[in-house]
T-cell receptor, first 113, second 115 residues
Framework: GESVGLHLPTLSVQEGDNSIINCAYS??????FIWYKQESGKGPQFIID?????DKRQGQRVTVLLNKTVKHLSLQIAATQPGDSAVYFC????????????FGRGTSLIVHP | EAQVTQNPRYLITVTGKKLTVTCSQN?????MSWYRQDPGLGLRQIYY???????DKGDVPEGYKVSRKEKRNFPLILESPSPNQTSLYFC??????????????FGPGTRLLVL
């Protein structure tokens, strides 16, 4: 769910478990979505993207699912490792002339060894 | 190594003292942008540039200026910083005129404190 105040939603998992991080996007016209990973003290790092003409895309250990009906995006991480501990957030962009993405506030993933 | 660099990484200044945060990318990217990141608010775009001498406002441009005289550099200028500009700033770049339709590469961030 959405965070209140300064606190991010947090997902705690055990090493080796699968993780699912959710994102509710705001604009039904958005046509391009990206998941980013941000480790402490570093800039956001691209993980995976998906365009609105797809509902699923897979990477090496990650899968992004897009449900346009309910404006929902999820990131699945298989066999989560301690190095996956970070803040994950999604970004959406709309078609046309605007190049301004809208970023979610993020979810903190904590992986326990 | 392909990267986006920012300087300084940390800066403490006082209200009203002009400052510049530099950003440089070595990937020949056409699109560059600046973001600020504040707790609970996520990343918000300040300014972006689609090419040399082409800049435009993002969501939160007030109190900031940018310039794009060369393709690789995109400095962020605070003419008269105020405490509400205390934040973590990120520069980003991506290739091509598609802008954010392709992934952006982010710099390591600049943490600014305005007293």
């Amino acid at each position: 769910g959405e965070s209140v105040g300064l606190h991010l939603p947090t997902l705690s998992v055990q090493e080796g478990d699968n993780s699912i991080i959710n994102c509710a996007y705001s604009n039904s016209a958005s046509d391009y979505f990206i998941w980013y990973k941000q480790e402490s003290g570093k800039g956001p790092q691209f993980i995976i993207d998906i365009r609105s003409n797809m509902d699923k895309r897979q990477g090496q250990r990650v899968t992004v699912l897009l449900n346009k009906t309910v404006k929902h995006l999820s990131l699945q991480i298989a066999a989560t490792q301690p190095g996956d501990s970070a803040v994950y957030f999604c970004a959406e962009t709309v078609p046309g002339g605007s190049y301004i993405p809208t970023f979610g506030r993020g979810t903190s993933l904590i992986v326990h060894p | 190594e392909a990267q986006v660099t920012q300087n300084p990484r940390y800066l403490i200044t006082v209200t009203g003292k002009k400052l510049t945060v530099t950003c440089s990318q070595n990937m020949n990217h056409e699109y560059m942008s600046w973001y600020r990141q504040d707790p609970g608010l996520g990343l918000r775009q300040i300014y972006y540039s689609m090419n040399v001498e082409v800049t435009d406002k993002g969501d939160v441009p007030e109190g900031y200026k940018v310039s794009r005289k060369e393709k690789r550099n995109f400095p962020l200028i605070l003419e008269s910083p105020s405490p509400n500009q205390t934040s973590l700033y990120f520069c980003a770049s991506s290739r091509g005129l598609a802008g954010v339709k392709e992934t952006q590469y982010f710099g390591p961030g600049t943490r600014l404190l305005v007293l």
